[in-house]
């Protein structure tokens, strides 16, 4: 079976600049998640997706960053414009439903602003 | 809301040594917990979860937690450590009440360094 799908998994852009982030879960999942790892510190959950509707996105900075799920399957996440405290680890997970079965999580893009 | 503490930033050990990650949580509901290895420069991998039961879980690559209701603790442990362990470990936890929507909160991660 395979796994969460993240590309790219790194980019180097300049503050101001806009950036997007792809994920595809693994097939069948229900549930897709984003959540950001800053350098030493745990993720933070952004969003969840429950198909292509939100459940959570309480701890997504709106005023920047955006995320779609189309057709419930893949999932973008967007930045716009980037700061440097965007640098950070971007994780995508996905779980089969939005109960407490476990989340796969994707490799991660690596985004530094500088 | 829920909180998860790792007392420990990193733990250097020798390979075969026995090692202790702890978790520390606070949440004024009842609680699952989980432990996940990041190695490096991949995704997170569930280790082992507690969601009712018996309070001593066992999970992958020989790890067990246990969780301890009293001390709000959920600690990570292993008899003997193998190179392959190097990683870092984080605790997460969720709120077990109906509706919560099983949202993850986690610690900030322990970075385990096993030694030859």
């Known amino acids: 079976e395979a796994g969460v799908a993240q590309s790219p998994r790194y980019k180097i852009i300049e503050k101001r600049q806009s950036v997007a982030f792809w994920c595809n879960p693994i097939s069948g999942h229900a549930t897709l998640y984003w959540y950001q790892q800053i350098l030493g510190q745990g993720p933070k959950l952004l969003i969840q997706?429950?198909?292509?509707?939100?459940?959570?996105d309480s701890q997504l900075p709106k005023d920047r960053f955006s995320a779609e799920r189309l057709k419930g399957v893949d999932s973008t996440l967007k930045i716009q414009p980037a700061k440097l405290e965007d640098s950070a680890v971007y994780l995508c997970?996905?779980?089969?439903?939005?109960?407490?079965?476990?989340?796969?999580f994707g490799p991660g893009t690596r985004l530094l602003v500088l | 809301a829920q909180s998860v503490t790792q007392l420990d930033s990193q733990v250097p050990v020798f390979e075969e040594a026995p090692v202790e990650l702890r978790c520390n949580y606070s949440s004024s509901v009842s609680v699952y917990l989980f432990w996940y290895v990041q190695y490096p420069n991949q995704g997170l991998q569930l280790l082992l979860k507690?969601?009712?039961?018996?309070?001593l879980v066992k999970g992958i690559n020989g790890f067990e937690a246990e969780f301890n209701k009293s001390q709000t603790s959920f600690h990570l442990r292993k008899p003997s450590v193998h190179i392959s362990d190097t990683a870092e470990y984080f605790c997460a936890v969720s709120g077990a009440s109906g509706g919560s929507n099983y949202k993850l909160t986690f610690g900030k991660g322990t970075l385990l360094t096993v030694n030859p």
């Open positions: 997970a996905s779980s089969p439903d939005r109960g407490i079965e476990t989340q796969y």
């Open positions: 997706f429950q198909n292509n509707g939100v459940v959570d």
């Open positions: 507690y969601l009712s039961g018996s309070t």
